[in-house]
């Protein structure tokens, strides 16, 4: 099962590069459905009572490297996987509604991203991770540089420019990883014979010292993708570079990623470091927050809102990792699914609005809403989650998260929560900009299409489902999440409390 | 059919509306939106109304019922339910806010009939019900939060309705940002509570309350200052008002709904709802007092010289809150209830009153140039002064009993809270002066041009209007009242609407009159019967006292005021020129907005452009560049050596050579 | 006076009876009109005739004539990878111009005779078999780097390797003088029982005498500091020519490097360990940086070469079968990715005006998909990205470094890696995205190819089966031993066992 | 007469050979540095043989002559061809190839 | 006695050196390398390697000085400029030249191996007689003793390819 969900997308992929130009575009998105299907099944085929891997697969791969192809999921990457599954169908099929250049290439190198990226969530070896990790950047190189847009004109980069920044930035953590991970082997090995499966690894950990430095290129890698603070310096390049049917799914899926190396790696396999530097990573994630939010209200090109909002987003999530709470991290999980559901659509809307405007820049839109109430409704509502609204999942998520932290560290959850607020006003502005007050000089606005309704509407409506059962996600993620955290040894029931009085 | 029953269809109805009028808003015709819409919000009521005498079917010690759908997200300890909490507070809150929202509902069916966005309007006004509704039947602190949210949003929206506006969207986005400072509060409020009590519904936290905290401990009062926070954010309290006034930005309807009758008073509801925890945090509680007593103050001075109506009435609106929540603050739960459906009347009704003459007037709301509607539109003037004199607490109308309830409360509490008595006539007095300016500056005297026409014609047509604020002319085609506008008198939905909450500010205080009967006191008694000021009960005879102060005192405004606005017409100008200075003060709402720009707009936006501008460029962009400067430089020295010279090779080769060959030797 | 004739194993020498008759048979070939065209083939059968023999005495080790020669795993894989690299050699070499200058017979013939200096020297375990193998690699590559005779570049890297080459023999030389005089012995076993017999660890002369052999050896694999030969010879060298010493010599020398270091020196182990460990993070550094901004693919990959030699000797630092299996398995690895990039510089050379210049290959994407993949796999190979062979050679690599206490070399290599990027997608970019602002293709031509000597243009060079085909063979390796490396690492480690088993 | 003598004398001539090398431009001199150096290899090779008193070394020094003398022809062979591309005899000048 | 001679052909092999490196016109140079030769013979002599003393006089002094002479007759050994391109390199040669010899010669006189201040073990007649160092060839190092061959006959291979006048046909 995990196999087959695994390599779907790359089959189809194959195939695609042997049909007629006109058929590739379908074709691809009959890939990305029928990879959806499959994690659909496995979303309902999962246990959500056990804490443990489901749908394992486990054979050598290098015998003499001792990796081993271990897939696996659990609580931390099931909706992981889902969410991959939807995004890329919905950035495919996007993609797919227009002509594309070069469309057996592109269609072929988004079907490898996506087995790339489902690669990294499903790696249950700890060097298979790291390759498919290093892997996911891979097509994006190709995608973003070849289909991108040229910014030199307007004071940015070229494609090509952007995106290389982007792939060395980024690998710059991913080779330490590569590094650190065959470390974490071979110390934990010690002259035994060597494995890189994760839960060996857990089993027992390395020594303090050696933890030490393994953990910092680790984080580093993750920070990076996510990005953080102070490391996100190849984002706005390459987001303004990026072709948004490619952004969708690298904005919506890719930052997870680190993350979730965070949960599935770093905390069991490295607890006394995550303890030891838990105020560090706490204090970078709350500089995200703020930079990302500061920052996101500054912007007047929307691509760079959603980016900068993500940095923020991204900064609630870790901050709920590095709880070392089990709500914290909960809400981590929740909020990493949320806020790919939200971005995505924001990126599409983007789209749309520049098709209609010609234009990313608020400042040369708005009153849309007039001539495309449909289209403005379905952005108010994305706005709406995005902003965490209360009644939204992403509220939820964010409520799981600080209030983790709240019960954990108290000032950084007093912190972090005015990022709370100046999302609001930079989500709200963004809608308000694009769709109300007066249009320009002959602006034409018009409403959404009915194909790209096909591809929006079912992604507002898992916001709106999501919204209305959070516990969907909450229920099956707690179990595992109960364990992971519990390896840290910072878990406190929260009834602990009650005891005092 | 248990309450409970009943209240789930409460909420169900209006939600209904909503979304129906939502996806039909090409195929429904515009009378059946606003016909689903009032009708949804009558239904609410009915089941509110049903929900009622089911509770009060069975024991008064056992009237208060939880119940829930889902579990909306209950792991790791946190138990969040969809649920909702069921007893006389909320369903009193349930009947006055769906009564209130019928009548307006009926009102906007005809008001907003030249609208284009009419679907649109219908459509969020049932979505603010219902949010409204949540917010008052949340079984937990988590839902209460969504509904806290959610009305902000609906206000949000209606706030922004001419979308078009500048101004609007500007309110708008000014209103939501200040509400989310208040969610916030709760936020924070709930995590706290969260932390000491392990749980989130009402339930559990006001039945371990009094376990786990001691009386004043820091950890209550902070519970309780958070609290405030989101309270004061919604009901317009000082500091947070400033977007109240603003909030006039949108069709009249909406305001007298939502920033006069109902969510306005959410705040209100939040404390007696939370009485329990107040209870054990005095000094919060006098905090929340102090600030109701402020802000009814301030706000009444600032409605003395507005010379926007709307306006004028929200200042208004802000200064009742203030005697609401210092009411409930002071443990008058009862009585600041009482005042909050009284109020809901009248200032509804003001509200309506003024919409119609506003609407004759073409959008301006300027007092200055209004004058004459007395002949002109005698119904709606009529309504006015009822409003006005319930407003006033006129002797026998709403309001003269319940604003005085809460002061002779506050007198029975005696020590300090006299003040709040001593002030609160003064506040009082203030009112009736405000209120009955507007009614002599508007309806008697010589009628202006628009008062003129209608006197003649019937009716008023006027040239395409302009935004009174921006003077820019309004796009109609976004759904602003078009040139023909719908006078209350010739629309039987507005009279009809109108009618009913005349008479209900007139008599609507007869339900609560000392020694007479106590009604809203019966009924809410189960909740409170916990509550220690429960002993605390003004004699007869104070009350009396009492409401005979109020009486002259509100007949000594409505004096003054005539003497200022009608016999001596010219007075008000010197008394101006005499007070420049405060008079000046008061016209910039004691520059509260310059306050708050100056100490959180601007640092905010100073911070992103430092971000922007110098942060993200040199250290940020720097680090990356940096580097590779740095390699790239590496490289050109590299190359630099590779000077094509095959002997500076042989040169490195050997010098390669030596330093090898040296390291050897040393380690040898 | 009588001498008693050492006993030969004519069964383990036919590899090399085999290559010296192939030798002479081509050189003949030459002189008999009707043979004239027939040198190629006759040299892939000499060719294929050899490794058939080496593999048949895969995993039965023999010493040979005297102690000269040791026929064991290590020697025959290096051989097999020497072959194969000539093979395709032979291949690139049909219609290039330096094979007619210089005579197909006597061309092939010289190649053969460099192939058959690497087969000796990867066998050789005396000092005197080494010195002559090592010549007899080294002389035919001076003849056929200058072998374009027409082309100026061509001569002045001849003469330049000549005249460098020889300083690093005469060096070699006189330190295996040290070490014969040290032990008096020229046998490797019998220096090392020499080197303890006469008390001599750590002594200078012994010592000066590994120094002067590092550097003979350093040079032959381009270590810097003694690497600056390496770019230049490169560019002017004959392409195929090129891509043959970029693998082939590379590999032998760092045979002799594995035997002799491991087996005569072992014991000064922890003396030389150090010095060679800091010599290939030198080169790690240098080589990277080198190749940054090149515009001549060959010398972007003779930078490279430095660099990635500068990888490859960790696999010597750590003395361990891990480390010889790693570093075979990464020659092997190099081998596939090296002559794919070759095959493609060839054909573009061929085909454009633009020589060997980077824009030669832009646009190749759409131009010459069949090009372009090659290329590409191998230029995201050598950056070491996952599901290519480079990747598993540098885990390989790295995992034997940690495992031998040589982390921080590891490390070293994950930010050679990183530089590394800056270079290689360069290409990869020049390939497949819209060029940079520099000047539009055909506005100026390369150096290359605007001097007189220009080759003539055979504009269809870029669908020669001769070409594409090895390039294509050789980028489906790269890519099929990134996905299913077992096979190569079960190879490598016999490799390894030989030396270490 | 110590066998030290005799390597240092080597030594001497090794580096003789390499300065020769870096300040010579002609590539004929060049190569006569070569073979000075390889010459010095040799002294070294049959001192040290004449040393351990085995004539191993002595081989080996006949063989590097072998060698030496391919390499001289090989030299000389390139000289020549560069002579005919009636390109200077200067190592300087040949730098077409750098950076 | 010896100590006269090995000074004598040791002070000839170094100015034969010295003198290929300084003199201006290659001509001599050549000529100062015979000089060398011969003297680096004598002292083979002095370490009783007749073989190898008589293989350099023949090998080198004849064959390959001859083709030297040759060559430099045919490319015209003119002198070269006194001028040096390369900044530093005439201040650096010499240092290397001193450090390396320095190095080297410290090797080899701090070396604890006692038979270096030896005059080396007294052998028998034999010694690095021809036929001694003829055994040592076909028997211990027959196989580099052939490849020593086979690259005589790539040398002589590559001497024709890179010399040899092409016929301006196939240019």
Same mark, same amino acid.
């Given at each position: ?27 691809? &998105? ?226 997870? &990623? ?10 069991? &396999? ?11 990573? $706490? ?121 983790? $932290? ?96 | ?668 | ?192 029982? /020499? ?119 960790? /696999? ?186 | ?99 | ?8 052909? *040791? ?151 890179? *010399? ?6 196939? *240019?």
């Amino acid at each position: 099962m995990s196999s087959a969900l695994l390599w779907a997308p790359l089959a189809f992929g194959l195939v695609g590069l042997f049909l007629p130009r006109r058929a590739v575009g379908p074709w691809a &998105v009959l890939g990305t459905l029928a990879t959806l299907g499959l994690a659909i099944a496995i979303v309902v085929g999962f246990d959500s009572g056990s804490s443990g891997l489901q749908f394992v697969v486990d054979e050598p791969w290098i015998s003499g490297l001792g990796v081993d192809y271990s897939l696996g999921v659990d609580g931390l990457n099931l909706f992981l996987l889902l969410l991959t599954a939807v995004l890329w169908v919905g950035g495919v099929a996007f993609a797919a509604l227009r002509e594309q250049e070069r469309p057996k290439t592109f269609y072929f190198l988004m079907l490898v991203a996506e087995t790339a990226t489902l690669g990294a969530f499903l790696a249950q070896d700890l060097l298979l991770f790291v390759l498919f990790f290093d892997l996911m950047l891979v097509p994006f190189y190709f995608l973003f540089g070849a289909w991108g847009h040229d910014r030199s004109g307007e004071g940015g980069l070229t494609a090509s420019a952007a995106t290389l920044k982007m792939i060395v930035y980024t690998l710059i953590g991913s080779l330490l990883m590569l590094v650190a991970a065959i470390a974490t082997a071979i110390l934990a090995a010690d002259g035994g014979n060597i494995t890189f499966s994760i839960a060996e690894l857990a089993r027992e950990p390395l020594g303090e010292g050696s933890q030490r430095w393994i953990f910092w290129f680790f984080a580093a890698a993750f920070l990076v993708k996510m990005p953080a603070f102070l490391l996100h310096g190849w984002m706005p390049d390459a987001y303004r570079a990026a072709p948004l049917p490619v952004l969708v799914v690298f904005s919506g899926v890719l930052a997870k &990623v680190g993350a979730y190396g965070f949960l599935r790696v770093v905390l069991p &396999v490295f607890p006394d470091a995550t303890v030891e530097f838990q105020e560090v990573i $706490l204090l970078i994630a709350l500089a995200s927050i703020l930079y990302g939010s500061a920052m996101a209200f500054t912007q007047t090109n929307v691509r760079l809102i959603a980016g900068y909002s993500s940095v923020a987003q991204l900064g609630f999530i870790t901050a709920g990792i590095f709880a070392l709470r089990a709500d914290g991290a909960d809400g981590a999980i929740l909020q990493s699914v949320n806020h790919g559901l939200v971005v995505a659509p924001i990126l599409i809307i983007v789209a749309l609005l520049l098709e209609r405007t010609g234009s990313e820049d608020i400042r040369e839109m708005g009153g849309l809403a007039l001539r495309a109430p449909v289209l403005a409704a379905l952005f108010l509502i994305v706005a709406l989650a995005t902003l965490a609204l209360p009644g939204s999942a992403n509220f939820v998520g964010e409520f799981y998260i600080l209030n983790g $932290l709240f019960q954990e560290k108290i000032v950084f959850a007093f912190v972090a929560i005015t990022g709370v607020a100046m999302s609001a006003y930079y989500a709200l502005r963004m809608y308000q900009q694009t769709m109300h007050n007066r249009a320009p000089e002959g602006l034409m606005s018009r409403e959404i299409g009915a194909r790209d309704g096909l591809v929006l509407v079912p992604l507002v409506l898992c916001i709106i489902g999501l919204s209305l059962y959070p516990q969907l996600i909450l229920e099956r993620t707690a179990p595992t999440v109960e364990k992971t955290v519990a390896k840290v040894h910072r878990d406190e029931a929260p009834e602990s409390k009650l005891v005092r009085k | 059919m248990s309450a409970t029953a009943w209240a789930w269809l409460v909420l169900l109805f209006p939600l209904l509306g909503s979304i129906a009028i939502a996806l039909g808003y090409r195929a429904l015709p515009a009378k059946a939106a606003g016909i689903i819409g009032t009708l949804s919000i009558g239904l609410a009521f009915a089941c509110g109304v049903a929900a009622t005498i089911s509770l009060l079917g069975d024991e008064p010690h056992s009237r208060h019922h939880a119940s829930s759908l889902w579990d909306y997200a209950s792991v790791a300890g946190l138990d969040i339910k969809l649920g909702i909490f069921v007893d006389p507070l909320s369903l009193f809150m349930v009947l006055v806010v769906t009564g209130v929202s019928t009548l307006i509902h009926l009102y906007s069916y005809g008001y907003m009939q030249s609208d284009e966005g009419y679907h649109r309007f219908f459509s969020y006004l049932n979505f603010f019900v219902f949010s409204m509704l949540l917010l008052v039947l949340a079984g937990n602190f988590v839902l209460l939060i969504v509904g806290w949210a959610f009305v902000g949003f609906a206000s949000y929206a209606l706030i922004s309705f001419w979308y078009r506006r500048e101004t609007a969207t500007k309110a708008g986005m000014k209103a939501f940002v200040i509400n989310v400072v208040g969610d916030i509060g709760l936020v924070l409020a709930a995590f706290l509570i969260f932390r000491e009590v392990g749980a989130f519904d009402y339930g559990t936290v006001f039945e371990r309350a009094p376990e786990v905290f001691t009386t004043n401990e820091w950890t209550i009062t902070a519970i309780c200052l958070l609290l405030l926070v989101g309270a004061f954010a919604k009901s317009a309290q000082l500091p947070l008002h400033t977007w109240l006034p603003d909030a006039m930005e949108g069709p009249t309807p909406v305001s007298s709904l939502i920033h006069a009758a109902t969510m306005v008073t959410a705040g209100v509801y939040l404390i007696a709802r939370t009485h329990v925890l107040f209870e054990l945090a005095p000094t919060a509680a006098d905090v929340a007092a102090f600030t109701g007593l402020a802000t009814l103050l301030v706000a009444g001075t600032m409605a003395l010289v507005m010379t926007d109506l709307k306006r004028a009435i929200a200042y208004s609106t802000m200064s009742q809150i203030g005697y609401m929540i210092m009411g409930v603050s002071i443990g008058a739960y009862s009585a600041g209830m009482f005042h909050l459906m009284t109020h809901a009347f009248f200032k509804a009704l003001l509200f309506m009153a003024a919409g119609s003459i506003i609407a004759a007037m073409a959008n301006d709301q300027n007092i200055d140039r209004m004058s004459g509607f007395g002949k002109a539109m005698r119904f709606t003037s009529i309504t006015f002064v009822c409003g006005a004199l319930a407003l006033a607490a006129f002797p026998s109308t709403s309001g003269f009993f319940s604003k005085d309830e809460i002061l002779a409360f506050a007198e029975a509490r005696g020590g300090m809270y006299v003040i709040f008595t001593v002030l609160g006539y003064v506040g009082a007095l203030l009112t009736a002066v405000y209120a009955f300016r507007l009614v002599f500056r508007v309806l008697p005297g010589r009628p202006c041009a628009e008062a003129q026409e209608l006197i003649d014609t019937g009716h008023v047509a006027h040239e395409a209007p302009k935004n009174p604020a921006t003077g820019e002319p309004e796009d109609t085609d976004v759904g602003f009242p078009g040139a023909e506008h719908h006078i209350a008198e010739q629309n039987w939905p507005m009279r009809a609407a109108m009618g009913v909450l005349a008479v209900l500010a007139l008599v609507g205080g007869l339900v609560q009159v000392p020694d007479v009967d106590h009604v809203i006191t019966n009924f809410l008694h189960p909740v409170f019967e916990a509550s220690i000021f429960e002993h605390i009960h003004p004699s007869p005879r104070a009350e009396w006292i009492g409401l005979g102060i109020g009486g002259a005192i509100s007949l000594l405004g409505i004096g003054i005021a005539y003497y200022f606005y009608v016999a001596r017409a010219e007075l008000p100008r010197r008394l101006e020129a005499r007070l420049r200075p405060l008079h000046t003060l008061f016209v910039n709402k004691w520059y509260f907005d310059e306050l708050i720009d100056f100490l959180v707009v601007r640092p905010a936006l100073a911070t992103g452009r430092f971000a922007d501008r110098v942060f993200e460029r040199f250290v940020v962009d720097g680090l990356v560049t940096g580097t590779a400067e740095t390699v790239r430089g590496a490289g050109g020295v590299v190359r630099a050596v590779q000077s094509g010279f095959v002997r500076s090779y042989a040169l490195l080769l050997f010098a390669g050579f030596a330093g090898l060959a040296l390291y050897f030797l040393l380690a040898s | 006076m009588n001498f008693n004739e050492p006993t030969i194993d004519y069964a383990g020498i036919s590899p090399l009876i085999a290559l010296t008759v192939g030798l002479c048979v081509v050189l003949l070939s030459a002189v008999f009109k009707p043979f004239k065209r027939s040198a190629p083939l006759l040299t892939m059968i000499t060719l294929a005739a050899a490794a058939g023999l080496l593999i048949w005495h895969w995993d039965d080790p023999k010493t040979l004539i005297t102690g000269a020669l040791r026929l064991d795993d290590l020697a025959i894989s290096i051989s097999l990878i020497s072959i194969l690299t000539a093979a395709f050699c032979v291949l690139f070499s049909l219609r290039e111009r330096a094979t007619e200058e210089a005579g197909s017979g006597e061309y092939h013939a010289l190649l053969l005779g460099s192939v058959l200096g690497m087969v000796l020297l990867a066998q050789a375990t005396n000092l005197v078999t080494f010195f002559v193998a090592l010549e007899i690699l080294s002389i035919p590559l001076y003849i056929l780097c200058a072998a374009n005779l027409r082309r100026e570049g061509s001569l002045e890297s001849g003469l330049k390797y000549l005249i460098v080459g020889s300083i690093g023999s005469a060096t070699l030389l006189y330190g295996m003088a040290f070490l014969y005089g040290g032990s008096g012995s020229t046998g490797f076993g019998g220096i090392a029982d /020499g080197i303890a017999r006469e008390g001599l660890d750590g002594d200078p002369l012994i010592l000066v005498g590994i120094a002067m052999v590092t550097v003979g050896l350093a040079f032959k694999v381009s270590i810097a500091p003694f690497h600056q030969w390496t770019p230049d010879v490169y560019q002017g060298a004959p392409t195929p020519i090129t891509g043959f010493m970029a693998v082939a010599t590379k590999a032998a020398a760092f045979a002799v490097f594995l035997r002799f270091f491991d087996v005569a020196l072992g014991s000064q182990l922890d003396v030389w360990q150090p010095a060679l460990a800091a010599l290939a993070a030198i080169s790690i550094v240098v080589g990277n940086v080198g190749a940054l901004g090149q515009d001549s693919l060959k010398r972007l990959m003779g930078w490279s070469g430095v660099a990635q030699a500068g990888y490859m000797l960790g /696999g010597v630092v750590v003395v361990s079968e891990a480390g010889t299996s790693s570093l075979v398995f990464y020659l092997a690895a190099y081998a596939f990715m090296n002559l794919a990039a070759f095959a493609v510089i060839v054909a573009r050379e061929r085909e454009t005006i633009f020589g060997d210049d980077i824009r030669a290959v832009r646009g190749l994407g759409a131009e010459r998909p069949l090009l372009a993949w090659p290329l590409t796999i191998s230029m995201l190979a050598l950056a070491g990205l996952p599901a290519t062979a480079g990747f598993i050679g540098k885990l390989y690599l790295i995992e034997a470094l940690v495992e031998g206490d040589y982390t921080w070399l590891g490390v070293m290599i994950a930010i050679g890696t990183m530089i590394s990027l800056a270079y290689y997608l360069r290409v990869v970019a020049a390939m497949w995205m819209r060029p940079e602002g520099e000047s539009a293709p055909g506005a100026t031509p390369a150096i290359a190819g605007a001097s007189p000597e220009a080759d003539p243009v055979d504009p269809e060079a870029g669908r020669r089966w001769y070409l594409v085909g090895p390039a294509l063979l050789a980028s489906a390796a790269t890519v099929f031993f990134g996905v299913i490396p077992q096979p190569l690492v079960e190879w490598a480690s016999h490799a390894g066992a030989a030396l270490f088993g | 007469m110590s066998i030290e003598w005799y390597i240092v004398l080597s030594a001497l001539l090794f580096s003789t050979g390499a300065v020769g090398i870096l300040i010579r431009r002609s590539p004929l001199v060049i190569l006569l540095c070569l073979e000075l150096m390889l010459n010095a290899g040799n002294l070294a090779l049959v001192a040290f043989s004449r040393m351990v008193g085995n004539e191993e070394g002595q081989v080996f020094a006949v063989i590097v002559m072998v060698v030496a003398a391919c390499e001289v022809v090989v030299g000389l062979g390139l000289i020549v061809a560069i002579f005919r591309r009636r390109l200077p005899l200067n190592v300087d000048d040949l730098r077409e190839l750098r950076g | 006695m010896e100590e006269v001679l090995f000074f004598g052909s *040791a002070i000839g092999a170094l100015g034969g050196a010295v003198g290929v490196i300084a003199l201006r016109n290659p001509f001599y140079s050549v000529l100062a390398l015979i000089v060398h030769l011969f003297s680096l013979a004598a002292l083979f002599l002095l370490l009783t390697s007749a073989f190898v003393a008589a293989a350099q006089v023949v090998v080198y002094a004849g064959a390959v000085m001859v083709l030297y002479v040759f060559v430099v007759a045919y490319v015209g050994g003119g002198g070269e400029s006194a001028w040096e391109p390369i900044p530093g390199q005439r201040f650096l040669a010499p240092l290397l030249g001193i450090a390396l010899f320095v190095e080297l010669s410290v090797a080899v006189l701090s070396s604890s191996l006692l038979a270096l201040g030896t005059d080396g073990p007294d052998v028998e007649a034999g010694f690095g007689d021809p036929a001694a160092i003829g055994t040592l060839m076909l028997e211990k190092f027959l196989l580099p003793f052939e490849a020593s061959s086979l690259l005589l006959l790539l040398a002589a291979v590559g001497a024709i390819v890179l *010399a040899h006048r092409r016929r301006e046909a196939n *240019a």
